[in-house]
């Protein structure tokens, strides 16, 4: 800028006094200084301003001239202010014309900070050249010029320019740093307002529910803190959310004109007019990017470190959330797995006070729901055992376990398992006890009956290998029995006959006893009346248990109906009664009853049976009775109390096995020298009885058939040789499947009928029958065993087959070979 102004008269050599130019600068500087430092702020108090005043006090009497020359950044010089005496002609030109080569001087002096004067003419010094430092580096210089009719400078002028130049540097390093000053605290201002808006965000985004409202929360909060044109967020989840300029709420979805953008390093960078900043937690998987706009106006690195922040702030409320979704997905599946478990758990105190418990342990103590405001009852036992385990946890510093025997819940002995392990809990002074509880009674029955079952199997297997050799004595005994039955007719022989029937009979029973240990009976259950039952073997009772026993019938007929095997059933009545007969060696009464009852509840636990109604069948005795350890054994299998070749221990384990069976149970009473009461419990139905008429006998005719008998007793093939023999049938015998097979191969005619038996040893009574029905699709099968049952004809062809089961007598073999004919004519 140059200024041009006129000479005055009072700066003429004439008038000129020396030493008054350098007072005035001073004065004048001083003036000027003092208002910078104490004057109001004015919309010229910035750097030019201050060029302009100094230049103007420079050339009030003390110079012609005055140039401000001043470095740009690139280093070159700039003609900043010129004033001058050239009247209405160019100052620079004038000054250029009154100091050749100033310009070079100038530029010297900027560089090396120093002071030059010019002296055209001997000492008289007509310039003055002060370079100017502003933050301790070049930053211009100043030149004052005298016109050749005045005074040259003396030394004091020097000094005063230089002074003045100084001062003017320090004015202007003030300035700067006066706007420095204020542009920092204009900055510092607006920091502080994003770090508010930052802040408020960071609380609203830590109590966002899910994604989608940190999404927003963001977005919105980046737009406002920075003055963005656009936000944007993207997640790696795939939510995207944006808000721009005018846009009161921010919308889900993504932006095509933020994806070049987004592009590059994942690192907080500056792209153009974006900020770019991952959101991430420190270490942790990246969650997203944000980004931010403005148009027009630069973005800071302070607002890309604030954007950071921000962006610290949505990750961490992102993390927070997965965090929570974790913890809210790990105690639903605590909850499940704590309330569904099979075993108790309960939260206890030191002192054994339960404070929490889950519904096992609801279930296994009968207590109320956890908060119901009713106290739980806990048995003493469990008090004691919650005690000792926490003395026990305690001492070893890890968790204990404790089995307790015996403890009575709900009026039962239960037995416990324990474990226990000390918790301790935020906000509670005291640790707790966490116990499991498992209720492990049935578990131990259940095991105890699993070994008794295995240990029957083993006696089964042994006693039907017995049987099946005993049924075929006894179906020789009852076989030659009956057909001395028809030879003789001396009456003591006829009762010495019946007397080996009798006998074998009693036998065949035993046998039966001996097949069903170790496994189910076989049972044909059929609809009856108990008492009916009863009633009908009122006589046979009687004649069993002497006549030195009392009996005494007490049948409701409205008791009501049961499905049980009647066979077994009337077994079972009999066994009872022998068993009564020999407890009263002296005589008593048996008393047995039948009478309807509905089993409920607690009875219904005890028993094992499903709540109902039930008929209930009473042998009672007044005799010798039986001890607690006696009761306890009295249904094993084998058990008796009776001497050598009077018992066999499977009278009682047969009615069990028969109640159980059949949905009932059986329990026991007894008092020693008092008596004893057998009650069984029988589901009641309301099923019709069904009355089987007795059919006559059937007439036998003799046979025409060829019949290939497969056995390999030899004494009792020859028997049912000599039964189908004498009824007018052809036999061929084979004592093993095999003989048989090639016998049947061999023989040319036709065979009509197949008797085997079950097992020979090699090839199979099924097995021989299969293989020759295929040869010989017309061949009737008549099976026969001791151990078996009608199952075995499974693999027949259908309406072909019949079952005998042994022992039999020779009229039930002809009956069921006559039976199998009729069927094929």
């Known amino acids: 800028m140059m200024t041009r102004r006129a000479p005055t008269t009072a700066g003429s050599k004439v008038d000129e006094v020396p030493g008054d130019r350098a007072s005035d600068l001073r004065r004048r500087y001083v003036e000027l200084r003092h208002a910078q430092r104490h004057g109001a702020p004015s919309p010229r108090s910035d750097e030019a301003a201050l060029l302009d005043a100094f230049v103007e006090i420079a050339r009030e009497g003390f110079a012609d001239w005055v140039a401000v020359d001043l470095m740009d950044e690139s280093g070159a010089t700039i003609r900043s202010r010129l004033v001058g005496a050239d009247g209405d ?83 202007v390093e003030r300035r700067l740093l006066q706007d420095e000053s204020r542009a920092a605290l204009r900055a510092t201002q607006r920091m502080a307002r994003q770090l508010h808006q930052v802040f408020a965000a960071t609380v609203s985004v830590s109590g966002a529910r899910d994604e989608v409202e940190v999404a927003t929360t963001v977005v919105q909060s980046a737009r406002r803190v920075f003055d963005a044109d656009l936000a944007t967020l993207e997640l790696s989840s795939g939510l995207a959310a944006w808000t721009a300029r005018g846009e009161a709420h921010a919308t889900l979805g993504r932006r095509d004109d933020v994806a070049a953008p987004l592009e590059g390093p994942d690192e907080a960078r500056r792209v153009g007019d974006w900020l770019i900043v991952p959101v991430a937690e420190r270490d942790a998987a990246r969650y997203g990017v944000l980004a931010v706009r403005r148009e027009g106006r630069a973005l800071s690195s302070e607002d890309l470190e604030i954007a950071t922040l921000l962006a610290q702030a949505a990750a961490t409320a992102l993390g927070s959330r997965v965090l929570a979704r974790g913890i809210e997905r790990s105690e639903a599946r605590l909850r499940a797995l704590v309330e569904t478990a099979p075993v108790g758990i309960v939260e206890a ?182 008492g009916d039952v009863v009633r009908a073997n009122a006589e046979v009772l009687e004649r069993v248990v002497g006549v030195d026993v009392e009996v005494e019938l007490r049948l409701d007929d409205g008791a009501g109906a049961i499905r049980v095997d009647a066979a077994q059933f009337e077994q079972m009545i009999l066994n009872l009664a022998i068993n009564a007969r020999d407890a009263m060696p002296d005589g008593g009464r048996l008393v047995i009853a039948v009478d309807g009852v509905e089993v409920a509840g607690a009875a219904a636990d005890v028993l094992r049976v499903e709540p109902g109604r039930f008929v209930r069948v009473s042998v009672s005795d007044t005799g010798i009775g039986m001890d607690e350890e006696t009761m306890a054994r009295c249904f094993d299998t084998f058990f008796t109390t009776k001497g050598p070749l009077q018992g066999t221990g499977l009278g009682l384990a047969s009615a069990r096995r028969l109640a159980e069976a059949s949905g009932g149970a059986i329990s026991v009473r007894s008092t020693l020298a008092v008596g004893t009461t057998f009650e069984v419990l029988f589901p009641a139905t309301r099923e019709a009885v069904v009355t089987e008429l007795a059919s006559a006998a059937p007439r036998r005719t003799r046979g025409f058939a060829t ?27 084979g ?74 007598r020779p009229s039930a073999l002809i009956d069921g070979v006559q039976d199998l004919l009729a069927r094929r004519d």
């Open 349 to 530: 105190s030191v002192d054994g006070t339960p404070r929490w418990w889950n519904r096992a342990a609801e279930r296994i103590f009968a207590w109320p729901p956890p908060g119901a405001g009713t106290l739980p009852t806990v048995p003493r036992a469990l008090a004691a055992a919650f005690g000792e385990l926490a003395r026990e946890v305690g001492e070893r510093g890890g968790p204990a376990v404790r089995d307790l025997v015996d403890v009575e819940v709900r009026g039962r002995a239960r037995d416990l398992t324990t474990a226990a392990a000390r918790v301790e809990l935020p906000d509670e002074p005291d640790s707790t006890l966490m116990v499991l509880i498992d209720d492990v009674t049935d578990h131990r029955q259940l095991k105890a009956e699993v070994a008794h079952a295995q240990q029957m199997e083993l006696r089964g297997q042994v006693a039907s290998t017995v049987a099946h050799d005993f049924n075929n004595l006894i179906t020789l005994i009852t076989g030659y029995a009956e057909i001395l039955m028809r030879e003789i007719d001396e009456a003591h022989l006829v009762e010495m006959v019946r007397d080996i029937q009798s006998t074998a009979s009693r036998a065949s029973r035993l046998t039966a006893q001996l097949q069903s240990i170790g496994r189910a009976p076989a049972l044909d259950p059929v609809v009856l009346a108990p």
């Open 707 to 733: 019949i290939l008998v497969a056995e390999d007793d030899d004494a009792l093939r020859r028997l049912m040789v000599q039964v189908l023999s004498r009824n007018g049938y052809q036999v061929l015998e």
């Open 89 to 171: 002609g160019d100052a620079a030109a004038a000054l250029e014309k009154a100091v050749p080569g100033l310009a070079g001087v100038v530029d010297r002096v900027i560089v090396s900070g120093t002071t030059e004067t010019w002296s055209p003419e001997g000492d008289a010094v007509r310039a003055v050249v002060v370079g100017l430092r502003v933050k301790d580096r070049a930053y211009g210089a100043v030149s004052f010029v005298l016109a050749p009719e005045r005074n040259p400078y003396d030394r004091d002028d020097l000094v005063a320019a230089e002074e003045a130049a100084w001062g003017l540097g320090a004015m």
């Open 735 to 808: 004592a093993s499947g095999e003989e048989a097979r090639s016998l049947a191969e061999r023989y040319e005619g036709p065979i009509d009928l197949l008797v085997s038996d079950v097992v020979l040893g090699g090839l199979s009574g099924p097995e021989l029958a299969t293989e020759l029905q295929g040869s010989r699709p017309s061949l009737l099968v008549l099976l026969t065993s001791g151990t078996a049952d009608a199952s075995v004809l499974a693999g027949l062809a259908a309406g072909t087959s019949m079952f005998l089961a042994k022992p039999f």
